[in-house]
């Protein structure tokens, strides 16, 4: 069975543009959770998908935005990339039912220059 | 604010011994989480912890929870170079979800 996985797996932008992150859940699996870690803040909650609804969402500014499209799939775009938005991106995917399992994708690296 | 509490931050481990990570959370949550970083990789799943008194088991991993007292340790038992990476504890961002806020993390370097 397919772990989750991330695309790109890294990106290197520069301040002001924009970028879009992609994930695929495990088959199966219709939430998706995004998460940043940094060196300095950790891992920090960015927002969770269910069924193509928004269930939660983390204290990040609204330059950060997701969806979830019907096949579980999530993206996630960040607006006028600043250079503190340099990170590993990680998305998590779990089971309708057996939430208590997540699994997480490989990440997508960010440098923001 | 929900919050999670480890420590130590950063452990030196002697191959051999025995240590103990803690980690305490500021309010109610159903399940506590462990995961294992290396450098430069993703989470990978440890153990899930659901309910008070729940104690879980995996080579020389031990993990157990006490909801009462918010906390859940992770004992190391006889360390050895191949447990150097960092681990977290997390716990559910609210009841309705599976989003996880997590500790900042413990570094074990084990060394011989």
């Known amino acids: 069975k397919a772990g989750v996985t991330q695309t790109p797996r890294y990106l290197i932008k520069t301040r002001g543009q924009q970028v879009t992150l992609s994930c695929s859940p495990i088959?199966?699996?219709?939430?998706v959770s995004w998460y940043q870690q940094t060196p300095g803040q950790g891992l920090q909650f960015l927002f969770e998908?269910?069924?193509?609804?928004?269930?939660n969402k983390g204290n990040f500014p609204g330059r950060f935005s997701g969806r979830q499209f019907s096949n579980s799939r999530s993206e996630m775009n960040v607006s006028t990339l600043e250079l503190g938005d340099s990170a590993l991106y990680l998305c998590?995917?779990?089971?309708?039912?057996?939430?208590?399992?997540?699994?997480f994708g490989p990440g997508t690296r960010l440098t923001v220059t | 604010e929900l919050k999670v509490e480890q420590n130590p931050l950063f452990l030196s481990m002697q191959e051999g011994k025995n240590y103990t990570i803690y980690c305490n959370y500021s309010?109610?949550?159903?399940?506590l989480y462990w995961y294992r970083q290396d450098p430069g990789k993703s989470l990978e799943s440890l153990f899930v912890?659901?309910?008070?008194?729940a104690v879980k088991q995996e080579g020389r991993l031990m993990a157990s929870l006490d909801t009462k007292a918010r906390l859940s340790t992770l004992h190391i038992t006889a360390a050895v170079h191949d447990l150097s990476a960092t681990y977290f504890c997390?716990?559910?961002?609210?009841?309705?979800?599976?989003?996880?806020?997590f500790g900042k993390g413990t570094t074990l370097s084990v060394s011989s």
């Open positions: 997390a716990v559910l961002h609210s009841r309705a979800g599976t989003a996880l806020i």
């Open positions: 998908y269910f069924s193509e609804t928004q269930r």
């Open positions: 998590a995917s779990s089971l309708e039912g057996r939430d208590y399992e997540q699994y």
């Open positions: 912890l659901l309910s008070n008194g």
């Open positions: 309010t109610t949550s159903d399940r």
């Open positions: 088959s199966g699996h219709r939430s």
